[in-house]
């Protein structure tokens, strides 16, 4: 199969997106900071009424909460980051791939007919479908392809 085919045709649901990590909005900001320390996540879902209303990131955490000094108790909802772009189950890895590229964004939503979260795709899953597509090249490669051998020896 040719990659840019499968891009059209392959859906995010083929990537298997992690499960959503949630946090309330109306809850404090600690409880955020909890799960993404809890599941060792970059980023949680933040909903109101069980529907994606934002999300909150490491990047929010370091410039929204710690580098004004906004307190661990004050709402998540004044620190996350509304509104985020999303996809469906169903559309296609080049949406996703395009909206992330296009935004910047390391995590997107993946979300239901109803706004409710139902996965979030990663950057880290996208490159390994793309891996799939080219491993001679991705685990072939030395290091530095100008050297035959590497500098210093590897292992222990």
Do not use: W
């Not at 990537?15 to 900001?29: C, E, I, M």
């Not at 964004?105 to 479908?129: C, E, M, T």
């Not at 491993?135 to 030395?142: E, G, K, R, S």
Request: net charge positive; with cysteine.
């Amino acid at each position: 199969m040719e990659l840019s085919r499968n891009l059209k045709i392959d859906s995010v649901a083929r990537l298997q997106p992690t499960p959503p990590r949630q946090a309330d909005a109306g809850g404090p900001v600690a409880a955020a900071v909890d799960a993404l320390r809890e599941h060792r996540v970059g980023c949680v879902l933040v909903t109101a009424g069980g529907k994606l209303v934002g999300i909150f990131t490491e990047h929010d955490l370091l410039t929204r909460v710690l580098a004004p000094g906004v307190p661990l108790t004050a709402p998540l909802r004044s620190v996350m980051s509304a509104d985020p772009v999303t996809v469906g189950p169903m559309d296609s890895v080049r949406t996703a791939i395009q909206r992330m590229q296009s935004g910047g964004y390391r995590h997107l939503p993946v979300v239901d007919g109803q706004n409710r979260p139902v996965g979030i795709l990663s950057a880290k899953r996208i490159v390994r479908y793309l891996v799939e597509h080219f491993p001679a090249t991705v685990y072939c490669q030395p290091p530095d392809p100008h050297r035959q051998y590497p500098a210093t020896a590897e292992g222990a």
